[in-house]
């Protein structure tokens, strides 16, 4: 099975501009979740997408959004971008099926973003 | 809330050796706990969980976790090191304050395996 993937690997944006990163989950999991990893901060939940629905979100201001389509793809955005959003942005999918390790997320390698 | 907290930020090991990286959680209710590991410029790999059962958690290459509850603890240990272990590792809790599956990690420890 192919793993959980990122698009794209590296992104350079300016202060001020919005941004949208991809995920697609792995096969057959329809969880997908968003985390943003830090120096400072550690790695902190963003949101969890299930069934194109959110369905638990962290403790981040508006400006970070996302969505999920019908085939469990997911998308964030990040608006009115700050010097501290720099970071690596990670997607984790899960089965969240009963006998299926619901549990467990994988985790795709991540958009490293910069902001300038 | 729930929360995981790793106290070593770094653990230095010899290759050959048995490591161990402490993890102590506060959570109520029974806790559903994780480790991952982190190699540099990748995402986070999966070893392994505890839900329930058996108190020792067998997972990947070679890795097992001892959950204690008496002690809050979940520490990840491997009997003999190899340099290839080196990485960050992280240890999880579920998040059981809402419907989803998210985790709260804990702030990480580096692990040195030197030859």
């Known amino acids: 099975k192919a793993g959980v993937t990122q698009t794209p690997r590296y992104l350079i944006k300016t202060r001020g501009q919005q941004v949208t990163l991809s995920c697609s989950p792995i096969?057959?999991?329809?969880?997908v979740s968003w985390y943003q990893q830090t120096p400072g901060q550690g790695l902190q939940f963003l949101f969890e997408?299930?069934?194109?629905?959110?369905?638990n979100k962290g403790n981040f201001p508006g400006r970070f959004s996302g969505r999920q389509f019908s085939n469990s793809r997911s998308e964030m955005n990040v608006s009115t971008l700050e010097l501290g959003d720099s970071a690596l942005y990670l997607c984790?999918?899960?089965?969240?099926?009963?006998?299926?390790?619901?549990?467990?997320?994988?985790f795709g390698p991540g958009t490293r973003l910069t902001v300038t | 809330a729930q929360s995981v907290a790793q106290p070593e930020d770094q653990v230095n090991v010899a290759e050959g050796n048995p490591l161990t990286v402490k993890c102590t959680y506060s959570?109520?209710?029974?806790?559903?706990l994780f480790w991952y590991v982190q190699y540099p410029n990748r995402g986070l790999q999966f070893l392994l969980k505890?839900?329930?059962?058996?108190?020792l958690v067998k997972g990947s290459y070679g890795f097992e976790a001892e959950f204690n509850k008496s002690q809050t603890s979940f520490h990840l240990k491997k009997p003999s090191a190899l340099v290839s272990d080196s990485a960050l590792y992280f240890c999880?809790?579920?998040?059981?304050?809402?419907?989803?599956?998210?985790?709260?990690f804990g702030k990480g420890t580096s692990l040195l395996v030197t030859p």
């Open positions: 999880a809790v579920r998040d059981m304050s809402g419907s989803g599956y998210a985790l709260n």
């Open positions: 997408y299930f069934s194109e629905t959110q369905r």
């Open positions: 959570v109520s209710g029974n806790p559903y």
């Open positions: 984790a999918s899960s089965s969240r099926r009963a006998g299926l390790s619901p549990y467990e997320q994988y």
């Open positions: 096969s057959g999991h329809r969880s």
């Open positions: 505890y839900i329930t059962g058996d108190n």
